[in-house]
């Protein structure tokens, strides 16, 4: 082993101590020059299109970036290291200055993802409440979007709750909420539904047809309970089928996964049975090769967390693999050329 090899375990080892420094996600360099850069991570610090009184979810990406020190560095299944095949930084947080205005704050949002599709930085973010989903989609997908080459993005979409709820005209205030984005993005024309999958619908329905305005929009809703009977590979070639090599964004709410393995979440859905890391993990690796173009991890709760901040963990864990889709696919297409 050379000793410059030695100096560079070395750091890689130590640095991920995280008592110290400044906390970057995944201690990747705090630089916004979009221009150096191939993958832009970015904190939303959105709460407010929950419309809730638990509103603790914009306190997310600053609990991701003191955890993810500590996170995998290189993807063994791949045979990976992200940090060294694509050029990562941490971009900050958008900046919300009119925080208590949900509307104000979508636009903001999408203002500030229309920076980064313009550049050709593929954003991986951390929420922030569901809602944050539509302010970046409606920046990097659709017409005027360099990210998605003027086409409409499709979705892979976690969650207990199909957030298509365009029979409501709002929830609680809040228009572009986090019950409404999957419906509005496919009106607007940012996101394809007929070529987009919802998985691991549970929650605790108030009404007989609540998947009605998700499956009237066109998408594939994939219950927990058709995951169980269908199982991991059956549900990744029904999303292959429907993805295709279009312009996909994977958006990823905390609560599609049991309370047991992320307790830290807005909306919890403690009377049924939720998703496994097993289970996510084996479905976002099967997306390996897709056309990713970006993607979120969502509804963080830092206040109602376990005290060893395992939803903390688990949210790095997903964010980690969808940069790891990203920049695999971006190293085999380098290979190529």
Request: glycine share 2%; net charge positive.
């Given at each position: 082993m050379t000793e410059t090899k030695k100096q560079r375990d070395h750091a890689t080892m130590l640095d991920g101590l995280y008592w110290w420094g400044v906390p970057t996600l995944f201690r990747c360099p705090h630089d916004a020059d979009l221009s150096a850069c191939d993958i832009g991570l970015v904190g939303v610090p959105h709460s407010t299109g929950n419309g809730t009184t638990e509103r603790d979810q914009h306190l997310g990406p600053?609990?991701?970036?003191?955890?993810?020190?500590?996170?995998?560095?290189?993807?063994?299944?791949?045979n990976l290291d992200p940090w060294h095949s694509?050029?990562?930084h941490d971009l900050g947080d958008v900046p919300l200055p009119h925080a208590n205005n949900n509307e104000k704050c979508i636009e903001h949002i999408t203002q500030f993802y229309r920076g980064i599709d313009a550049a050709g930085v593929k954003p991986v973010s951390v929420g922030g409440d569901h809602s944050v989903t539509g302010g970046i989609l409606q920046a990097i997908a659709g017409k005027q979007a360099k990210l998605s080459g003027g086409e409409k993005a499709v979705l892979l979409h976690f969650d207990a709750h199909t957030d298509a709820f365009h029979n409501l005209d709002h929830f609680l205030g809040a228009v572009k909420s986090a019950a409404h984005w999957a419906s509005y993005l496919v009106r607007d024309g940012h996101v394809d539904a007929a070529h987009s999958v919802q998985l691991g619908i549970r929650g605790n329905p108030r009404t007989l047809d609540w998947l009605e305005p998700s499956l009237d929009l066109g998408y594939e809703v994939i219950s927990k309970d058709a995951f169980d009977e269908l199982g991991a590979q059956r549900c990744i070639d029904i999303i292959h089928r429907r993805v295709g090599d279009r312009p996909l964004y994977i958006t990823f709410d905390l609560d599609c996964l049991d309370p047991t393995v992320a307790p830290g979440v807005a909306n919890l859905e403690a009377g049924c049975e939720g998703l496994r890391m097993a289970d996510v993990t084996r479905v976002l690796q099967g997306m390996r090769g897709r056309n990713v173009i970006g993607g979120d991890v969502v509804c963080l709760m830092p206040s109602k967390d376990s005290p060893?901040?395992?939803?903390?963990?688990?949210?790095?864990?997903?964010?980690?693999?969808?940069?790891c889709l990203i920049a695999d696919r971006s190293a085999e297409s380098s290979t190529a050329n």
């Open positions: 600053r609990a991701v970036r003191n955890v993810s020190a500590l996170g995998r560095r290189v993807h063994m299944k791949f694509c050029r990562i060893n901040q395992i939803t903390a963990l688990v949210a790095m864990s997903i964010l980690f693999e969808i940069i």
